[in-house]
């Protein structure tokens, strides 16, 4: 599949976008930092497969600082539910670091941080 095709695909009406988050590390660094993995499933009835991203995020709750991060850690930013081969205008693979300077609309991306940054602040208190 080409990067157009998935994009097009990606511009379909009906899909939905489920966040799960994953603490590694809770209260790490004289208890002030949580962190762990985010990750988002795309789905929609009308496509054969699932859209996944995930990045590495770490809060730190004394300084109300959140960062997050796409490295070699991960298991790769973006993949598919069963796998795709994605490939360029040239038909030249594209890997999942590749796939992330793609410019997919935010909705396959976007992580909602608010509820984890609420608990660990309450759990300070």
Do not use: C
Not at 86 to 94: H, L, R, S
């Amino acid at each position: 599949m080409t990067v157009t095709e998935l994009k097009n695909l990606m511009n379909l009406s009906g899909w939905t976008h489920e966040q799960v988050i994953t603490i590694n590390k809770e209260y790490d660094y004289n208890g002030h930092v949580l962190e762990g993995i985010a990750e988002v499933v795309s789905r929609n009835p009308n496509v054969p497969f699932e859209i996944y991203f995930n990045e590495g995020f770490k809060y730190n709750v004394e300084k109300d600082e959140l960062t997050t991060q796409k490295d070699d850690s991960l298991y790769g930013i973006w993949w598919f539910t069963p796998e795709l081969e994605i490939v360029d205008n040239e038909g030249e693979k594209i890997d999942s670091w590749d796939l992330d300077r793609q410019g997919f609309k935010p909705d396959f991306s976007q992580v909602d941080y608010s509820e984890v940054i609420a608990n660990a602040k309450k759990s300070q208190e």
